[in-house]
């Protein structure tokens, strides 16, 4: 269906409310706060609000920690948003909190949707039901800072390729004071940022495991894969000593000051990394292994309706979801986030697949894989709290890794019950 026939499938009502000088409809529209997708989410209102001037959209925004409760809240209340922003991975707890409803296939056709969007779009689905639809996808990439390269002796246009090539740059662009101590990191070590997605989805493949089975239900990586794996990871730190976790808070935040030369990060960081100007960036596929297996983590931010959308409301819902799931809205979130287009139409333009800085993540989608969370959160802290006890309690990570696995098949056996 075209993406006309769509929008006026999701209209109805419209043009009688609209003849009727009826006041407008207003709806709300919950995300959290992110500069860059706050900014193109205004320029997507503003549009959508000139084409449908019988039509309001608020848009209200939270912290990231604060946003899942504060969204529970409001709609067990009657209150909050009509259309609302969540991570693919929070799905199931909102379907069970019965804060999203399916859509409607009259409008938003399963067919359609599977074929015009990337593959990893069915992790919104449940049965035969979609519960949402993304903007944009991501996958990972390497950034690196071609300045720190250049003062290192590295070739700015040839970052690493490989594991071992990544661990020898980090080390030749690791700076130290006096006492050893890092003052500026050859990689950053965020397992609160990607590293969690990285450590999962690619190096515990890389090592020949996978990290789940049984359709994501059951934990993999208790083995000798996975330990291979974390210590390949912790390694960075207590072995060849070129980065350390909480140096700087953040991993973008020392790659943003320039005291980082290497960080794994997700196309939503260029919005924010566009603004650097103390030095050059580039962007890398994520570096293979040592017979060129490579992997990625792909993910989504997904919009859906909630349970409160109603009537009138239920329709305007609809129309706006259809639109900020437009390949007009794709371009500019794209333009504005960094985000690559959730349409494959949309991204697989020969300018986007060519581009010195999309073309890496457009490829990490063709060998990507997406993780089904439970619990998103807790299972990404199990990860956090499994390199901490290595890193900086000092326990085995053999021991560690075991520690993780159990508390993770604990939190996915808990959410099926």
Known sequence: MRLHRLLASVAFGFATLAASGAKAVEIEYWQYVFDTRVKAMNQLIAKFQEANPDIKVKQTTFPYADYQTKVAAAILAGQGPDVVQLFYGW????????????????????????????????????????????????????????????EAGLDPNNPPKTLDELVAAAEKTTKRDGSGNIVSAGITLDMAGQDHQWWREVLVRQFGGVPYTDNDTKVAYNDEAGLKALTFYTDLQKKHKVGQVGFMDEGQAAFRAGLAAMTIDGTFRLGSFNTIKGFEWGVTELPANAQGLRSNYASYFANAITTKAEGEKLAAAEKFLAYVSSPEAMKIWMEVVGELPARRAAALTPENVAHPVYGPFLKGLEYAHTTLFKDEAAQRQVAIDMANRVLIGGEDPKTSLAKAAEAEQAIIDRAKR
């Open 91 to 150: 799905t199931d707890n909102f379907i069970a909190g019965k804060m999203i409803r399916p859509l409607r296939a009259e409008a938003f056709p399963a067919a359609d949707i599977e074929r015009d969007f990337f593959p990893i779009v069915k992790a919104m689905k449940r049965g035969n039901d979609y519960y949402g639809l993304p903007t944009a996808v991501r996958s990972l990439a390497l950034f690196y800072n071609k300045k720190a390269f250049k």
